[in-house]
C-alpha cells in the first residue's frame, strides 16, 4: 500500500465549476497534510497546509481534513484555466520529520 | 526575501562522470530537503540535512549519492559515476527552524535538471 495515495487524473473541469481533489494516506500518526501545485516543468508551490480536522479556507481553495477516514482533499471553486496543473498532496508527523508526497492529480479546467 | 535558490538549472554529463547540485536556502531556514522527481512520477523524498547533520538519508540510494550541509555555504548533492537512471529532476526544499512548530512547512527551489548521456 502506497503511504499517499491520488488518483493521477488528469481530472477534467469546465471553468467556473469546482474542482474536488483527494488524497488517502496510510499512517494514522501522520500529523500535518499539505497541498503543493505543481506546473509542467516547474516546483511545486505550496498551496495550503491544514492540521486539524475540518475544513480550512483560503481565497478560493478549501482544503478538507478528515483523520478518522485518513482522507484529505483540496477543493477549488470558479476554477480557472490557470488552475491548469499536477496537484500534489503532502502529510508528514508532528515537527520535521519526513514528508511524504502523492503521485499528484493532473488537473485541466476547460475553458 | 530570496526563496530557495538551486544551481545550476540545467546540468549534462557523461556516463561516469560526477555531478554536483547545489542549494542555497532560504534566509533563516535551517533544514534542508532533497527529492528526486522522474518525469510523469511523484516526488520521492531523498534526504534531510541540518546544518552539519544528515537527520534523515533513507532515501538515499546506498551508492553513488552522498549530501551535506556545511556550516558555511550551500547544500550539496553529489552524485558520483552517473548513469543514465540519475537522470531526473532533483528539488532541494528548505523549512524554517521553530522549535515549536508543529507543522512543517518546505519551500522548493526552481530544481536542477540533470541529463545524462
Known sequence: ?111 | NAGVMQNPRHLVRRRGQEARLRCSPMKGHSHVYWYRQLPEEGLKFMVYLQKENIIDESGMPKERFSAEFPKEGPSILRIQQVVRGDSAAYFCASSPQNSGASVNEQFFGPGTRLTVL
Do not use: H
Not at chain 1, 499517499?4 to 469546465?14: A, I, K, R
Not at chain 1, 471553468?15 to 483527494?22: F, H, K, Q, R, T
Not at chain 1, 477549488?76 to 502523492?102: E, H, M, N, W
Open chain 1, 1 to 111: 500500500q502506497k503511504e499517499v495515495e491520488q488518483n493521477s487524473g488528469p481530472l477534467s473541469v469546465p471553468e467556473g465549476a469546482i474542482a474536488s481533489l483527494n488524497c488517502t494516506y496510510s499512517d494514522r500518526g501522520s500529523q500535518s497534510f499539505f497541498w503543493y501545485r505543481q506546473y509542467s516543468g516547474k516546483s511545486p508551490e505550496l498551496i495550503m497546509f491544514i492540521y486539524s480536522n475540518g475544513d480550512k479556507e483560503d481565497g478560493r481553495f478549501t482544503a478538507q481534513l478528515n483523520k478518522a477516514s485518513q482522507y484529505v482533499s483540496l477543493l477549488i471553486r470558479d476554477s480557472q484555466p490557470s488552475d491548469s496543473a499536477t496537484y500534489l498532496c503532502a502529510v508528514s508527523g508532528r515537527g520535521y520529520q519526513k514528508v511524504t508526497f502523492g503521485i499528484g492529480t493532473k488537473l485541466q479546467v476547460i475553458p
